[in-house]
């Protein structure tokens, strides 16, 4: 069941894309929000709106972490392993253990992708697949999310974790690769991808923190967070040319473009699927505002 609770305080380790958009939100309703972030820069940006920001990253220890996670009733992590691991843990393990015996802590978020299920050769995948992920990226990824079971189980955190597949949206989309002029049509058959946008991200979060669930429930939760139409890169770039009234290049096979490629964008284009949201509708009783990337380009446009 659903119930509405009183605003609480979230604590957000890596106020980027998702965290910064999420604590906004949560301000708005009354929420204290804190977290981190690596640069001085951005942290100051964040304060100026509200956020308690603190630096935080392999170089950046938490001063005083038992202060400033004191009253956490909502703990969000979004920061992505690196090669010796997961830092949240790494460094405050000892604390977050601590917040399962806090009797305001009410709930655990992971931030993880949908990456840890691997190729399924354009097939749907679901929270029941078992995870294959095919590179390092994705690796990296379900050794996070096991770090975090482990510590859910021992201290007793109800963890829910989040998969998601490409995000996008203000600032991050194709109509901002258009307009910048770095938008490629690149042409791998067969090739087809989830995406999610950022504001469906949010919202599916903060449904899921205000959501009770069964008191017989397994932990952790597991979510995929998608919208409804799964389709390949070349068809969203073409229709962010076509909002925007230029006409798309001439495609480019994958394996020219590959040969430029960020090893971001390559684990991406090494993997082929549909993800289902099918469990995010209905345990979450989430719905989309924006189910396809024609009505959240549109939107995009228009704002």
């Known amino acids: 069941m659903n119930e509405r609770k009183q605003p609480g305080k979230l604590f957000c380790f890596g106020l980027g894309y998702v965290g910064r958009r999420l604590g906004l939100k949560l301000l708005a309703g009354g929420w204290r929000v804190a977290g981190t972030t690596r640069s001085l820069e951005k942290a100051e940006a964040l304060r100026k709106h509200g956020f308690e920001v603190h630096l935080f990253d392999r170089g950046h220890h ?55 299920y691997g190729d399924a050769q354009g097939a749907w995948v679901d929270e029941e697949t078992p995870p294959k992920p095919s590179g390092e990226r994705g690796r990296r990824r379900l050794e996070q999310e096991e770090a975090w079971k482990r510590l859910s189980r021992r201290a007793g955190l109800p963890l829910h974790i989040f998969r998601l597949p490409g995000i996008y949206g203000p600032g991050r989309s194709a109509l901002d690769q258009v307009k910048s002029g ?122």
Do not use: C
Not at 240 to 267: C, H, Q, Y
Not at 270 to 295: F, H, W
């Open 62 to 116: 938490l001063a005083d972490p038992q202060r400033m996670l004191a009253g956490t009733t909502h703990l969000l992590t979004t920061i992505a392993p690196d090669a010796e691991g997961d830092v949240v843990i790494g460094q405050q393990h000892e604390r977050l253990a601590d917040l399962g015996n806090d009797e305001r802590f009410r709930w655990a978020g992971l931030i993880s992708t949908t990456g840890v």
């Open 182 to 303: 770095s938008a490629r049509l690149i042409d791998k058959p067969g090739q087809v991808f989830s995406r999610i946008h950022v504001d469906d991200i949010v919202g599916a979060l903060m449904v899921s923190m205000e959501k009770t669930r069964p008191d017989d429930a397994e932990w952790p939760a597991l979510y995929n967070i998608a919208d409804d139409l799964p389709a390949p890169s070349s068809e969203v770039t073409r229709y962010a040319f076509e909002l925007l009234g230029k006409t798309p290049p001439a495609p480019i096979p994958f394996e020219e473009a590959a040969k430029s490629m960020s090893p971001m964008a390559l684990s991406f284009y090494a993997d082929s699927r549909r993800v289902s949201n099918t469990r995010m509708k209905e345990e979450l009783g989430y719905e989309l505002i924006y189910p396809d990337y024609r009505s959240g380009l549109k939107a995009q446009l228009s704002s």
